[in-house]
C-alpha cells in the first residue's frame, strides 16, 4: 500500500470541544471567530480562547485552523482587515476563505499565514485547484458535489505538494457547495454570512393564493414531505477508497454539534484510519465495531453523497426531519480528585444506580455505575435533573481526565 495516511480534520464549536477532538485522536481541529465564519451560532471563539487552544492543541502535536469563509460585502471588509491583524498572532496554523477578496485581504495583513480556500468557492475542477496554487495556495478543499472518480482525475492534475482536503462525514446541505439562499429568503439571515436557520430540515406544504388556511401537502414518492432533507455523510466504510483518490485530509462537518458527537466521531475515524495504515485485514475485520460506534452519536441515516455518482431517492429524508439518538451525553471529565470523584459539567439527567458508559481514548468503553452524586456545595443527591450543575461523581471504575461520560437510551 502506497497511499499517503490522511490528516483526520475534526470540527470544534468551543474550547472545550476543541480539547475534546484533540484528545479524542485530531491530527487537526477548524474552528470559527466571533465573526466572519458561516457556523454563527455556535460557541465560537474569542482571540484569547483561540490563543489557548492552539497552545493545547501545538502541545499535543495537532494543529488549528480558523474559518473566515463568508460571501463578505462591502460593510464587512474593514472588519475583515482588523479580525485578520489579530488573527495572525494567534499561533493557528491556517486560515480558510472563500471569497477573493477576503483572499486578498488576508494576503495584505497575514502574508506568512498559510490559507486554505474553503468548499464554499465552488471547487470543481483541476484547473480551479492549478489557479489557486498559483496564487499561493498549497490546500483547497473539494466541492461536495464531486464524486472520487473526479478527485482522483484532480490528483492526477496539480502538483504533488497540493493538497485536496474532503468532508468524509457529517450533515449536507441541499444547496450547490453549501451556497443557500432559502434561510435568507425566509428569515432574513443570510447562511453565507453564518447565520443559516436550516430551512432544507423543515416541512413544507402548498397553499393555493385564493384558499389561505388550506395547506395541500408536499409529497415525495408518497413517503412524506420533508423534500430537502438530506441524509447524512458517512463514509467510514471507504476509507481506503478516499486514500487511494490521493485525498490529503478528512474533513469532519459539525462545528455545532455536542463534545459526545465529536469524540465519537473522531475517535472512530482516528481508529478507522490507524488500522487501514496498519493493515487492510484489521480494517475489514473491525468494520463491525466502526458502523456501531459511529451510530452511537446524534444523526440523521447515513448516505455517501455524491462519492460514487449522483444522489438517488434513497439519499434523503422524506417523513421526519429528527436526529437518530442512541446515546446521550452526560459529561466531559475535567478533574479526578484525590479521593477518585468526578469533577464535570452535567448536560442531561442521570441517577444513583445508573449504567453510563466511559469512551477511552483507545477505543474501548468502560462500563461504571454511579455510586453517588454530590452537588458543588458537597450535598448528596439522588439524581441530577438540571442540566449545567457542576457535580463531583463517584463511580465504580477508575477513569481518566478527559473522558466522555454517556449512557445508553
Known amino acids: 500500500m502506497t497511499n499517503k ?33 458561516l457556523r454563527a451560532k455556535a460557541d465560537n471563539f474569542s482571540i484569547e480562547e483561540m490563543e489557548e487552544g492552539v497552545e493545547y492543541a501545538h502541545e499535543r502535536g495537532a494543529k488549528v485552523y480558523v474559518t473566515a469563509n463568508i460571501f463578505a460585502h462591502n460593510y464587512d471588509l474593514e472588519g475583515i482587515r482588523g479580525y485578520f491583524a489579530e488573527l495572525k498572532e494567534t ?7 472563500s471569497d477573493p477578496g477576503v483572499y486578498m485581504i488576508a494576503r495584505e495583513v497575514m502574508p506568512d499565514m498559510e490559507l486554505h480556500i474553503s468548499t464554499q468557492a465552488n471547487n470543481t475542477n483541476y484547473m480551479t485547484y492549478r489557479f489557486w496554487y498559483d496564487h499561493g495556495i498549497k490546500r483547497v478543499v473539494s466541492a461536495r458535489e464531486l464524486s472520487l472518480a473526479e478527485i482522483s482525475e484532480i490528483r492526477a492534475h496539480i502538483p504533488d505538494d497540493m493538497e485536496i482536503e474532503s468532508f ?33 430540515r423543515w416541512k413544507y406544504s402548498i397553499v393555493e393564493e385564493t384558499r389561505p388556511g388550506e395547506y395541500m401537502t408536499v409529497n415525495e414518492d408518497d413517503r412524506g414531505t420533508y423534500i ?9 466504510e471507504y476509507v481506503p477508497e478516499m486514500a487511494a483518490a490521493g ?26 484510519i490507524d488500522d487501514y495504515f496498519e493493515s487492510e485485514e484489521k480494517y475489514r475485520a473491525n468494520m463491525d465495531y466502526y458502523k ?3 451510530a452511537k452519536c446524534t444523526y440523521r441515516q447515513f448516505t455517501t453523497g455524491f462519492y460514487f455518482g449522483k444522489t438517488d431517492s434513497d439519499s434523503q429524508i422524506y417523513d421526519s426531519n429528527t436526529y437518530v439518538k442512541n446515546y446521550t451525553y452526560i459529561g466531559t471529565v475535567r478533574h479526578i480528585t484525590e479521593d477518585g470523584l468526578l469533577c ?3 448536560k442531561n439527567k442521570f441517577s444513583v444506580g445508573e449504567c453510563l458508559e466511559a469512551m477511552d481514548f483507545d477505543g474501548s468503553n468502560i462500563e461504571c455505575e454511579v455510586l453517588a452524586i454530590y452537588d458543588e456545595d458537597g450535598v ?7 442540566p449545567k450543575q457542576q457535580l463531583k461523581v463517584k463511580v465504580d471504575r477508575e477513569l481518566t481526565t478527559g473522558m466522555i461520560i454517556r449512557r445508553k437510551e
Open 5 to 37: 495516511k490522511p490528516e483526520l480534520l475534526v470540527p470544534a464549536g468551543g474550547l472545550d470541544t476543541l480539547k475534546v477532538a484533540v484528545d479524542y485522536g485530531a491530527d487537526a481541529v477548524y474552528i470559527g471567530g466571533r465573526a466572519f465564519g
Open 91 to 97: 499561533g493557528v496554523d491556517a486560515v480558510l476563505v
Open 168 to 200: 468524509v462525514h457529517g450533515a449536507m446541505c441541499i444547496s450547490y457547495s453549501g451556497r443557500c439562499l432559502l434561510s435568507n429568503y425566509f428569515t432574513g439571515r443570510d447562511a453565507n454570512h453564518g447565520a443559516c436557520t436550516h430551512p432544507c
Open 228 to 236: 430537502f432533507n438530506s441524509k447524512d455523510l458517512c463514509m467510514i
Open 247 to 272: 485525498i490529503d485530509s478528512l474533513k469532519i462537518e459539525g462545528r455545532m454539534k455536542t463534545a459526545l458527537y465529536v469524540a465519537t466521531v473522531a475517535r472512530t475515524y482516528r481508529k478507522a
Open 292 to 294: 456501531s460506534e459511529i
Open 344 to 346: 464535570f459539567e452535567q
Open 380 to 386: 448528596c443527591m439522588e439524581s441530577a435533573p438540571h
